[in-house]
C-alpha cells in the first residue's frame, strides 16, 4: 500500500496566516519524500487547536487531541517539526508528546502500543543553539511511546547565535539541508515499507 505522512507543526504561533519557519523546513521534507511516492497528506499547526493538558487520549469537552490522534495513527510516517526556545523543543511539541503518553497504557494483546510499526522524524529550526539536544529529545520521548527512529531522522537549521534570520527568510535552501531531507525522506521511506510489509511481532 501506498505510504503516507503526517506533518505537525509545533510552532507556538497560533495564526495559520502567520509565516512559520517549522513550515517552511516541513516544505523541504515534504518535496523530499514526494520524490519517494510519499504524500505529506497535511501539516496540523498545533497551536491552533484546543490540545488540553494531560496523559489521556480524551481530556474531556472541547479537547482536540481525540481527533488529531487519530488522523496521527492513520498514516505511516510521522513530521514532528518545530522550534528550538530556549536551548530545547518547544512547549507546544511537550504538549503533544505527553498526550502520546496514554499510548503506553493502549496496547494490543501483543503488548505493541498503537504507534508500532509507524516511523517518526523531526523537522527542527532556529536561530539559536539546540537542535541536536531537541532531537534527543523528540526521538527518546517518541521512542518511548513505541514510535520507531530511522537513521539520520532529523532535517534542522540553525542561523547565527542571537541574530534575527529565520529559515523562511532565506532566499534559497542551503545545500546541506537539502541533502539531509532526501537522507531522511528516503530511509524513513525504506523502514516504514519494511515495518508495513513485516510488523513488529511484538
Not at 34 to 57: C, Q, W
Not at 141 to 149: C, Q
Request: with cysteine; net charge negative; hydrophobic share 45%.
Amino acid at each position: 500500500m501506498p505510504l503516507k505522512a503526517l506533518a505537525l507543526n509545533c510552532t507556538l504561533k497560533a495564526d495559520t496566516g502567520e509565516d512559520s519557519s517549522t513550515d517552511a523546513m516541513i516544505a523541504v521534507l515534504a518535496k523530499a519524500f514526494g520524490e519517494k511516492d510519499v504524500s505529506v497528506t497535511e501539516t496540523v499547526r498545533i497551536a491552533a487547536l484546543n490540545i488540553k493538558p494531560g496523559v489521556t487520549s480524551d481530556e474531556g469537552d472541547g479537547d482536540a487531541w481525540p481527533a488529531l490522534r487519530e488522523k496521527i495513527l492513520a498514516h505511516d510516517i510521522l513530521i514532528f517539526g518545530g522550534p528550538i526556545w530556549m536551548g530545547q523543543i518547544s512547549s507546544v511539541a511537550k504538549r503533544v508528546l505527553e498526550r502520546m503518553d496514554a499510548f503506553l497504557s493502549e496496547t494490543d494483546d501483543q503488548g505493541r502500543m498503537p504507534s508500532y510499526g509507524k516511523v517518526a522524524v523531526a523537522a527542527i529550526v532556529g536561530n539559536e543553539d539546540g537542535a541536536h539536544f531537541s532531537s534527543a529529545q523528540l526521538f527518546q520521548a517518541l521512542n518511548d511511546v513505541g514510535w520507531t527512529i530511522p537513521a539520520v531522522a532529523a532535517c534542522y537549521w540553525v542561523g547565527e547565535a542571537m541574530g534575527s534570520t529565520d529559515f523562511k527568510d532565506l532566499k534559497e535552501t542551503p545545500e546541506m539541508v537539502t541533502k539531509t531531507a532526501k537522507m531522511v525522506a528516503g530511509n524513513a521511506t525504506h523502514l516504514a515499507g519494511l515495518l508495513q510489509s513485516s510488523p513488529y511481532p511484538g
